[in-house]
């Protein structure tokens, strides 16, 4: 079992719509990020929480450290939005990030 | 600040062919780390700095594979003996300091023949 998962694997959905990628994991963390990667490769960090909640434009994302247990919502999802969304962990006190193997967003018109 | 870089942006070499990767992180950022992502696959942790010192390597990282930060500044990820499964993306990130937000570069998408 992967230290990270991540659900679904693949969404599509339509413009407009209320879209949530779910991240569980099983190790103990300091902090939890949410990493956008479109194609072509490159990466860009959306969030890194340790608790709460984080609000950014469209993109909210929560964390229940009890459950281990993180989630990223799109408001209003935007064609733009489409890409791999990537949840990974710091655990401990180590600052490598572990990562779940993406969830490949398609928002179409 | 232009952010992480990396170069080359892709490499098609030949199995066998050794190949070096660089990465220039942030200038600020005394943290450095490299990462592989194969096809469909999350990325995995390779190797990381803190200043010059090689703090940790995975055991993904074999023998065949060196990574340098000689200065504090830039790396360099070597591969010798390039095999087919070698082919991945090739990620850098670089933070200020431990717990902080990692940045990644662009990634150099290496292709063995």
């Known amino acids: 079992k992967n230290e990270v998962e991540q659900s679904p694997q693949n969404l599509t959905a339509q413009e407009g719509e209320f879209i949530t990628i779910n991240c569980s994991y099983s190790v103990g963390i300091s902090a939890l990020h949410w990493l956008q990667q479109h194609p072509g490769g490159g990466i860009v960090s959306l969030f890194m929480l340790s608790s709460g909640k984080k609000k950014h434009g469209r993109l909210i994302a929560t964390i229940n450290i009890q459950e281990k247990h993180s989630s990223l919502h799109i408001t209003a999802s935007h064609p733009r939005d489409s890409a791999v969304y990537i949840c990974?962990?710091?655990?401990?006190?180590?600052?490598?990030?572990?990562f779940g193997t993406g969830t490949r967003l398609q928002v179409t018109l | 600040d232009t952010g992480v870089s990396q170069d080359p942006r892709h490499k098609i070499t030949k199995r066998g062919q050794n190949v070096t990767f660089r990465c220039d992180p942030i200038s600020e950022h005394n943290r450095l780390y490299w990462y592989r992502q194969t096809l469909g696959q999350g990325p995995e942790f390779l190797t990381y700095?803190?200043?010059?010192?090689?703090?940790?390597k995975s055991r993904l990282l074999s023998d065949r594979f060196s990574a340098e930060r000689p200065k504090g500044s830039f790396s360099t990820l070597e591969i010798q003996r390039t095999e087919q499964g070698d082919s991945a993306m090739y990620l850098c990130?670089?933070?200020?300091?431990?717990?902080?937000?990692?940045?990644f570069g662009p990634g150099t998408r290496l292709t063995v023949l």
């Open positions: 990130a670089s933070s200020l300091n431990i717990g902080n937000e990692q940045f």
């Open positions: 990974a962990v710091g655990p401990g006190t180590a600052s490598k990030l572990t």
């Open positions: 700095f803190q200043n010059e010192a090689q703090l940790e």
